[in-house]
C-alpha cells in the first residue's frame, strides 16, 4: 500500500511503464539466450510454483491435516530444500546449470509420476484438475530441453 498522500498512478505513469518494458524487451535482445532462457523458466518455475501451491491444499483438504501439521510439514519441507540447495549448487559448480536443472526437473516429474503410478499419490484424485498436473511436469521437461538447449 502506498504512502499516505501518494498520488494514484494516472495514464501518464501507465504508458511511462510500458515505454520502459519496450525498452527492456529491446535491450534484452543484446543479450544472447536471453530470451529462450526466460521463456524456459516461465514453463518450469509456473509448474514447480503450482505443486508447491497445491501442497498446501492437498496436506489439508484431501489428506485432513490440521493447518498447523501441514504448516510445520511446509516448514520442515523449506528447510530441507535450503539444505538441498547446497548440494545442489555444488552439482552446478561440477556439471553446469543446464545439466543440474535438468536433473531438478526430471526428479520433479519422475517422483510425480511415480508417486502417482504406484497409488502413493491417491489424494491427488481429489483435485479438480488432476489430469493437468502430470502433463505440466513433462510438457515442462520437455519445453525446457527445447528452449535451454
Same mark, same amino acid.
Given at each position: 500500500?502506498?504512502?499516505?498522500?501518494?498520488?494514484?498512478?494516472?495514464?501518464?505513469?501507465?504508458?511511462?511503464?510500458?515505454?520502459?518494458?519496450?525498452?527492456?524487451?529491446?535491450?534484452?535482445?543484446?543479450?544472447?539466450?536471453?530470451?529462450?532462457?526466460?521463456?524456459?523458466?516461465?514453463?518450469?518455475?509456473?509448474?514447480?510454483?503450482?505443486?508447491?501451491?497445491?501442497? $498446501?491444499?492437498?496436506?489439508?483438504? +484431501?489428506?485432513? @491435516?490440521? &493447518?498447523?501439521?501441514?504448516?510445520?510439514? /511446509? %516448514?520442515?519441507?523449506?528447510?530441507?530444500?535450503?539444505?538441498?540447495?547446497?548440494?545442489?549448487?555444488?552439482?552446478?559448480?561440477?556439471?553446469?546449470?543446464?545439466?543440474?536443472?535438468?536433473?531438478?526437473?526430471?526428479?520433479?516429474?519422475?517422483?510425480?509420476?511415480? $508417486?502417482?503410478?504406484?497409488?502413493? +499419490?491417491?489424494? @491427488?484424485? &481429489?483435485?479438480?484438475?488432476?489430469?493437468? /498436473? %502430470?502433463?505440466?511436469?513433462?510438457?515442462?521437461?520437455?519445453?525446457?530441453?527445447?528452449?535451454?538447449?
Amino acid at each position: 500500500m502506498p504512502p499516505p498522500g501518494t498520488p494514484e498512478p494516472g495514464l501518464r505513469e501507465a504508458i511511462a511503464a510500458l515505454g520502459q518494458l519496450r525498452e527492456t524487451i529491446l535491450d534484452a535482445r543484446t543479450v544472447p539466450g536471453l530470451s529462450r532462457f526466460l521463456v524456459a523458466r516461465f514453463f518450469y518455475s509456473d509448474a514447480v510454483n503450482t505443486i508447491i501451491v497445491v501442497m $498446501a491444499i492437498v496436506a489439508t483438504e +484431501a489428506m485432513g @491435516l490440521t &493447518n498447523t501439521v501441514a504448516n510445520l510439514i /511446509l %516448514l520442515a519441507l523449506a528447510i530441507v530444500a535450503v539444505l538441498a540447495s547446497f548440494g545442489w549448487g555444488w552439482t552446478v559448480d561440477r556439471l553446469g546449470p543446464k545439466r543440474t536443472l535438468m536433473i531438478v526437473l526430471s526428479s520433479w516429474a519422475g517422483k510425480i509420476r511415480e $508417486a502417482d503410478a504406484t497409488g502413493q +499419490a491417491e489424494f @491427488l484424485s &481429489n483435485i479438480k484438475n488432476r489430469k493437468m /498436473l %502430470l502433463p505440466v511436469t513433462h510438457a515442462t521437461a520437455s519445453r525446457c530441453r527445447v528452449f535451454c538447449a
